[in-house]
């Protein structure tokens, strides 16, 4: 796929909230002595449903059956710690955040995007993701389509 240009077209829309890890999955053995996976972070399916309700309002259309192109950037709050007193920021603190892992974000948001902007995300041709500090928790999301 060849770097998005001007005449490229771009769904773009912001997810609210902070981006949860798609982590590994853990299996629990039920009574009736079924096994089933459950996702380790009870923060992901959330953040999956409003992310896939963000992409829904920013397209209408079917699922995309081409390759596509994101970029996003994860924003988050900075921690209180983070900061003196006075407000102004701490000597050696970070610029951007360490954790949570950037490919367990984009899991959990490739993931919330099958079937609403494209049919699998084995059609994602490239990404390119950033971490950053802002003023609120949010996703910013670009398909290149």
């Known amino acids: 796929m ?65 390759c596509v192109g994101l970029e996003v950037t994860f924003r988050f709050v900075r921690p209180k710690s983070h900061y003196k007193a006075d407000g102004s920021l701490r000597v050696g603190v970070p610029l951007a955040p360490g ?17 609403v902007i494209y049919v699998d995300d084995l059609q994602v041709a490239c990404i390119w993701a950033t971490k950053e500090y802002g003023a609120r928790a949010e996703t910013v999301v670009s398909v290149v389509i």
């Open 2 to 66: 060849n770097k998005p240009t001007t005449s490229s077209a771009a769904i773009e829309f912001t997810i609210p909230g902070a981006a949860a890890p798609q982590g590994s999955k853990r299996a629990i053995r039920l009574r009736t002595g079924r096994t089933v996976l459950v996702e380790s972070s009870a923060r992901v399916k959330p953040f999956r449903a409003v992310a896939a309700l963000a992409a829904t309002e920013a397209w209408r259309g079917p699922p995309y059956r081409e």
């Open 99 to 115: 954790k949570p892992d950037i490919d367990k974000l984009l899991r959990a948001l490739l993931d919330a995007l099958t079937g």
